[in-house]
């Protein structure tokens, strides 16, 4: 399995991951209203190459819809995942940013999200982000040897569920390692004890994608973004983990 990574493409992982949260960090840093989603991503390439990385995203194919066109998807308020920055796309007061990045670093890949409220926003907002922070914080506290995929997502589905929120169903969390997506799948809903059992040396990306309102999701005219299909506020955080002497360890560990 090409998530299994020996101790040398673990501690390569963790280079990885360093690299990709300091450029993460470095594009939430300049969030503010007025600034374009471009100005954001030009920010978190120039920060990957200058480390000696490569941004995972880019040019990255899907099958129907082509080449994604950036280095870091940037989703906005109902965005779910997967929104394409522009000098169009402008920040607002109140949004809610969501930026998904990759990164590849001498062939190991890593991958993070986190979504951030501009200026004042609503309670309701504030209290979608704060869930969302703790189901990926409660999921990864999942992810040890002998545990399964269903124990990650049992955990999302009934933390954000107990709080009146929405699960997305259609989009998983994933392998990572060699390639940016690799099996297993990560649901972030299930049952305890379904899926795939946990073994040491694997790297995982986590990533709960929590909505206010139906979890059901749409794909926009543009091809790749994924709205909420109500128009609900959405959040979405992620980390990449690798499994040593059977427990987490996070190797993306800043934003979140």
């Known amino acids: 399995m090409n998530n299994i990574l020996s101790k040398e ?10 690299i990709l949260n300091s ?8 969030i503010k209203p007025g600034v374009s989603t471009f100005d954001i991503d030009k920010v978190a390439e120039d920060t990957i190459l200058s480390q000696g990385a490569v941004p995972s995203f880019k040019n990255y194919f899907v099958e129907g819809a082509g080449h994604y066109p950036a280095t870091i998807c940037i989703s906005i308020n109902h965005e779910v995942v997967h929104g394409i920055p522009s000098k169009s796309k402008i ?7 969501s930026l998904d990045l990759g990164a590849s670093y001498k062939g190991l890949f890593t991958d993070m999200a986190v979504t951030v409220g501009v200026g004042k926003i609503s309670d309701e907002a504030q209290s979608l982000l704060d869930t969302t922070r703790e189901c990926l914080r409660e999921a990864i506290k999942e992810a040890k040897t002998g545990n399964t995929m269903g124990d990650i997502g049992h955990t999302v589905q009934r933390l954000a ?3 009146g929120f929405g699960v997305v169903r259609d989009l998983v969390g994933h392998g990572i390692g060699r390639k940016p997506h690799l099996p297993p799948q990560i649901p972030n809903y299930g049952s305890r004890g379904e899926g795939q059992r946990i073994v040491e040396g694997m790297a995982l990306a986590i990533e709960p994608m929590i909505t206010l309102g139906d979890y059901k999701i749409k794909l926009d005219k543009d091809g790749w973004t994924i709205t909420t299909i109500d128009n609900s506020l959405a959040a979405h955080f992620e980390h990449t983990v690798v499994i ?3 427990f987490p360890v996070i190797v993306t560990d800043i934003c979140s």
Request: aromatic share 0%; hydrophobic share 40%.
């Open 23 to 30: 450029s993460l960090a470095a594009a939430v840093a300049i």
């Open 244 to 246: 040593e002497d059977g």
């Open 161 to 163: 569920e107990s709080r």
């Open 91 to 97: 920040i607002k007061e109140g949004d809610l940013v």
């Open 9 to 18: 493409e673990l501690q390569l992982t963790k280079a990885s991951g360093k």
